[in-house]
């Protein structure tokens, strides 16, 4: 792309570029508002050095992984919580997953933030992490702790390690209800309601009950129908401690991807799942952000930026890193603010309902060479959680790049390479041919699962008529460079169940760390980055090893030592965004310079 002085045209965004003093950057943002609260600064999270913010930020709900928890929001097949992932977004929170220790994670969230705490692969906590659970929650977090049916993988006593000290207990029993079950012939996919929700009715899969003593410090919020067995079951019970809350609920399948049949689409499930974090959370029907649509959400600036605002109320600016002129705005129109940018910072505008964040960086691009990073189709953006990837907007950045992220309309003609991070909606087959028009491609996507027709579970589930069929949005656009991301899971010896899923790759002079990653297949001759010798592909789902599957390679249908990047001048793949995330960018330091270095190359 040239950087010459110019005009050019991004549907509703223009940049321009002047040849003398300054350079100009003026985008146009369409704000929808709705009710929200003041979030106040942003929370500008330093990929190298995580500390606690000082400042307020939208609520994060952070899913543990610590425990290797057997469900991933990054998955987009038929177990997985993409769906979950991207409602929560649409309703204004920050979304993140963290396989750090537990007690790392929880340092650096802050009141309103929400821990869900799914089941695990046999791995219970130590007595620091309940403790730091509590503790969490009496300084004004919100924990969201699940348990499943027949203690399978130890979950009923692993969770009972928390709920006991909230003064609750899972019993790991089933609910049967004949009269008021979804299609299931076991009567053990039942109907529940929450008239404390206004929650007609969603359903649950192979629920347990919870025994909370009659206690009056617990609402028992979420129950069965009168015809089941218990008779109004408790499935899901909530109290205050000090100054947070805890949610304890019997399924974690009722947010699963599933179908219109099962899962957050059947059903009042999404509605249940989404008013149990905002009471959590604290929100109640108030929205960080929700509606609201910027085109860029971050920009390489020089000296004075211009930004076009339409609005519909009056509005006030605030700037770190600089200065703004003017300072508030009255609507309704459309509106232009200067910013004059002086070091890295972030521009926040705001009303009494709403909000809106734009982050920038100060220009230093050496090369003169562009990288958007594409927020659409619910792909990873750069917000400030473990999962976010402003460490890494930064690093690219600081090794010579400008760096952009938008949510709006790309146009390939101004910019030189586009990175697309682990989308989790469909990507519109017109969109994804329009990435071969960049000079450079970055695609990086994280394992989902495979629903096979060898599988017991599968087969009851597709004989009433549930589609399993699992897919990665991303393949539409690895299609055309010919890669194919699969539903394969890496796994090794040493990446048992039992104890991690972390696994180095290895690619020309760098290492990269991996966690539940995935593998690449190439049509096409490509370099290739490669797990240790004795590392296979699995093609079965991981949350069903040990359960009359054994993990261990099978020549017959397993990827012996699979290609997990893969690379060529215009396009490189990896299966696997967890090194590039906040929270472990700093261990993974190589795959990013050999980024740079690949960025540069003609």
């Not at 399978?152 to 969770?159: A, G, L, S, T």
């Not at 649950?204 to 909370?212: L, R, V």
């Not at 019997?250 to 009042?268: A, C, H, K, P």
């Amino acid at each position: 792309m040239s950087t010459e002085p110019g005009s050019h045209r991004i549907g509703l965004e223009k940049i321009r570029c002047k040849t003398k003093e300054k350079k100009q950057l003026v985008c146009v943002i369409a704000a929808v508002l709705v009710l929200a609260s003041l979030a106040g600064a942003i929370w500008l999270y330093h990929s190298r050095k995580p500390s606690i913010p000082d400042a307020t930020r939208p609520p994060m709900v952070v899913f543990d992984q610590s425990k290797n928890q057997l469900w991933s929001l990054w998955d987009t097949g038929f177990a997985g919580f993409s769906r979950a992932a991207l409602a929560l977004r649409d309703n204004g929170y920050i979304v993140a997953e963290t396989y750090q220790p537990l007690t790392d994670t929880l340092s650096t969230m802050n009141r309103g933030d929400v821990l869900v705490l799914g089941i695990s692969y046999y791995k219970g906590y130590t007595s620091e992490e309940v403790e730091g659970v509590v503790s969490f929650v009496e300084r004004g977090g919100g924990v969201l702790l699940m348990s499943e049916h027949d203690n399978f993988y130890n979950n009923i006593f692993i969770q009972n390690q928390i709920a006991h000290r909230f003064g609750i207990h899972f019993t790991g029993d089933h609910i049967l209800d004949e009269e008021n079950s979804e299609i299931s012939p076991n009567a053990d996919w039942i109907y529940v309601r929450s008239p404390e929700l206004g929650v007609e009715k969603a359903v649950f899969y192979t629920a347990n009950w919870i025994d909370y003593n009659g206690s009056a410090d617990f609402d028992p919020f979420i129950r069965t129908y009168s015809t089941s067995t218990p008779e109004e079951a408790v499935v899901g019970a909530r109290k205050e401690v000090g100054k947070g809350r805890l949610v304890a609920v019997t399924d974690t399948e009722f947010f699963w991807n599933g179908d219109d049949q099962m899962g957050i689409r059947s059903l009042d499930n999404e509605e249940m799942f989404l008013k149990i974090i905002d009471w959590l959370s604290g929100t109640g029907d108030r929205r960080y952000g929700h509606g609201i649509r910027t085109d860029f959400t971050l920009f390489t600036g020089d000296q004075t930026v211009e930004v076009e605002i339409e609005l519909d109320e009056k509005f006030r600016v605030e700037v770190e890193g600089g200065s703004a002129s003017p300072t508030s705005f009255q609507g309704p129109g459309t509106f232009t603010m200067s910013v004059d940018v002086k070091s890295d910072g972030h521009c926040i505008l705001y009303s009494e309902s709403s909000w809106l964040k734009i982050m920038f960086f100060s220009h230093e691009a050496a090369g003169g060479i562009s990288v958007v990073i594409d927020e659409r189709h619910g792909a990873r953006g750069v917000d400030a959680g473990p999962s976010g990837l402003y460490g890494f907007a930064e690093a690219l950045r600081r090794g010579g790049l400008a760096v952009y992220s938008k949510t709006g309309s790309i146009d390939p003609e101004m910019y030189d390479i586009v990175v697309l991070a682990t989308p989790l909606g469909d990507i519109p087959s017109s969109h994804a041919e329009e990435y071969a028009n960049f000079r450079k491609v970055v695609l990086l996507n994280d394992e989902y699962n495979n629903m096979s027709e060898e599988l017991n579970l599968v087969s009851f589930l597709q004989e009433m008529g549930l589609d399993t069929v699992s897919k990665a949005p991303i393949n539409e656009v690895a299609r055309l460079y010919g890669l194919d991301f699969p539903p394969v899971l890496l796994s090794g010896p040493a990446s048992g169940f039992g104890t991690n899923l972390r696994l180095p790759v290895s690619g020309p002079g760098w290492e990269a760390k991996v966690y539940r990653g995935g593998v690449i297949y190439n049509s096409t001759p490509m370099h290739t980055a490669l797990p240790p010798e004795g590392v296979w592909g699995d093609v079965e789902p991981f949350y069903l090893i040990g359960v009359g599957i054994r993990q261990e390679y099978d020549p017959e249908k397993d990827a012996a030592r699979p290609a997990v990047g893969a690379w060529s001048d215009s396009v490189f793949a990896f299966a696997s965004a967890y090194p590039v995330a906040n929270a472990h960018l700093s261990e993974n330091t190589g795959l990013v310079d050999f980024l740079l270095e690949w960025s540069f190359q003609e």
